[in-house]
């Protein structure tokens, strides 16, 4: 009975965090680095090949209106030094639902014959509804204080810069630098987002003829927030067998397990077990992701991409 009362208390709690404490991260998923256009504009198209890929992120399993979001993710070359992308995101927690339709274009530099430099811009729009009738309250009055929100429009705008070479790589970005305004009185949810800051390195070391290992790391800064890190090492396996670890700061732990078949369809999947004050009210979080590269004629015979 206890438990059961918490958890009802929990879910406006988390809801009035995620809503009005500036949302301290965007939407997150372990397996970022499939989709690093999420958090930097200026990959689109670096990998010279068309990329479309889905995510789906089941977070905090067994939390009554836990966060639930998929992602739907595009990009590919529109000639020599231009990339393009589109990136949708839905974002749903209790009773908020957010989402995130954004277009992405990048230049590719070459600074010399290894190394190019992509600078990228995003632009688009987030849809927030919220309705409060959705929650779980321990009365009714609790949810008619609380006003709605429908089909309320933020312009998102960001921009990113991208280095990398055939085994590297170090990107810098923002996804939305717009602050937003707050909204409402007390009893309307706030829904502003602070700017975040987006820092991600990567390095493929060959050791040996079918292995390879991949360490990263995503640093994200916002205003008013703690600096957090996530930082992960994936193993290459023959070309098509992926597994790996990673490691979120004060908040999870995670496997991480991948397959590659026919060379261009990609099928992943992680699990979270939480570290935060939540894990003793939810079993982890999981993240599948399928993608598939449609690789030009003269990329044919160049193994899969490992980021």
């Not at 949708?88 to 639902?97: H, L």
């Not at 170090?170 to 700017?195: K, M």
């Not at 640093?219 to 193993?235: E, H, R, W």
């Amino acid at each position: 009975m206890k438990n059961s009362k918490t958890h009802r208390f929990l879910l406006p709690l988390l809801i009035l965090l995620s809503i009005n404490v500036s949302a301290q991260q965007q939407v997150q998923f372990t397996q970022y680095m499939y989709n690093t256009m999420m958090v930097n504009p200026a990959y689109a198209g670096t990998g010279s090949v068309l990329e479309a890929l889905f995510i789906h992120r089941s977070q905090w399993v067994g939390l009554d209106g836990a966060p639930r979001t998929q992602n739907v993710a595009v990009h590919g070359t529109a000639g020599k030094i231009v990339g393009v992308g589109l990136n949708f995101i839905n974002d749903r927690i209790g009773p908020a639902n957010q989402t995130f339709v954004t277009a992405s274009l990048a230049a590719r530099i070459p600074l010399s014959e290894k190394i190019k430099l992509s600078v990228g811009l995003n632009g688009g729009m987030d849809i927030v509804n919220v309705d409060w009738s959705k929650g779980q309250w321990q009365s009714d009055n609790d949810a008619a204080m609380m006003n709605n929100i429908r089909n309320r429009v933020r312009p998102v705008l960001g921009a990113g810069v991208y280095l990398y070479a055939d085994n590297w790589y170090f990107g810098f970005s923002s996804p939305t630098f717009i602050q937003r305004d707050r909204y409402g009185e007390w009893n309307e949810a706030s829904i502003n987002n602070a700017v975040h800051w987006y820092a991600i390195a990567g390095y493929v070391f060959n050791v040996g003829e079918n292995v390879k290992l991949k360490p990263a790391l995503l640093a994200k800064m916002v205003s008013g927030a703690p600096f957090t890190i996530d930082v992960s090492l994936n193993t290459l396996i023959k070309e098509q067998f992926t597994i790996g670890a990673a490691y979120r700061y004060n908040d999870a732990v995670s496997l991480l397990l991948g397959y590659t078949f026919k060379r261009s369809f990609f099928i992943g999947y992680s699990y979270d077990i939480n570290l935060s004050r939540l894990r003793t009210y939810n079993s982890g979080s999981h993240d599948i992701i399928l993608k598939y590269n449609l690789y030009k004629k003269d990329m044919a015979a160049r193994s899969p991409r490992f980021f």
